[in-house]
């Protein structure tokens, strides 16, 4: 598999964390709302452990490496683990 590429620094990005948890937010009540991890409206709806790539020329942080779900909304468990995730995205 080829690495991804930092574009701007002309460099590959690293693994930085494997396994990390990762959110994914839905918007509330299904209308389009901006995504973007400042933007109002948004609600849990998945985690997954996916893998955090950085680009140690400017500190540009990417998700790669995807894994399964590990929980989702209407699981029993997911709002313990939604509360421990660091990274959020609010699109879909």
């Known amino acids: 598999m080829t690495k991804p590429a930092c574009v ?7 693994p930085e964390k ?5 959110a994914e937010n839905k918007p509330i009540g299904g209308a389009w709302i901006p995504p973007g991890k400042d933007a ?3 609600i ?3 985690v997954y452990r996916a893998d955090k790539w950085k680009c140690h ?3 540009t942080e990417i998700i790669v490496g995807w894994g ?14 939604h509360r421990q ?3 959020v995205i609010n699109d879909c």
């Open 40 to 42: 109002p409206g948004w």
């Open 68 to 81: 399964g779900v590990i929980t989702q909304d209407y699981m029993p468990d997911f709002q313990f683990i």
């Open 85 to 87: 995730t660091k990274i």
């Open 18 to 22: 494997n396994g990390e948890l990762v």
């Open 57 to 59: 020329g400017c500190g």
């Open 44 to 46: 849990g709806y998945k």
């Open 8 to 14: 701007p620094c002309g460099r590959f990005f690293k």
